[in-house]
Nanobody
Framework: QLQLVESGGGLVQPGGSLRLSCLASGFTFSNYFMNWYRQAPGKERELVASISNLGSSTNYADSVKARFTISRDNAKNTVYLQMNSLKPEDTAVYYC?????????WGQGTQVTVSS
């Protein structure tokens, strides 16, 4: 059964750091690009970062460049999002995602709250 399970969210003060993890199962993880999205209350879901299947290429939303780093460990079927210098506007539910020719797959999300 295909699953994406995010973890690592929580409450952090502005300027702090968190590392999110997404453990994948039920498919050949190393064959697929992986994405992190986020959705803040009242806003549309937005793409935060992407990484190629072997990890050689990454892309970021302008709003997180130089603060967030996406990485993956194909031996562990896990994709990470290291988030530094967090701002209140980074508060959102963060989702792990990948897509095939036929479908989009999502995890359940993990809440990140940046507040003093």
């Amino acid at each position: 059964q295909l699953q994406l399970v995010e973890s690592g969210g929580g409450l952090v003060q502005p300027g702090g750091s968190l590392r999110l993890s997404c453990l994948a199962s039920g498919f050949t993880f190393s064959n697929y690009f992986m994405n992190w999205y986020r959705q803040a209350p009242g806003k549309e879901r937005e793409l935060v970062a992407s990484i190629s299947n072997l990890g050689s290429s990454t892309n970021y939303a302008d709003s997180v460049k130089a603060r967030f780093t996406i990485s993956r460990d194909n031996a562990k079927n896990t994709v990470y999002l290291q988030m530094n210098s967090l701002k209140p506007e980074d508060t959102a539910v963060y989702y792990c995602n990948f897509r095939t020719r036929y479908s989009d797959y999502w995890g359940q999300g993990t809440q990140v709250t940046v507040s003093s």
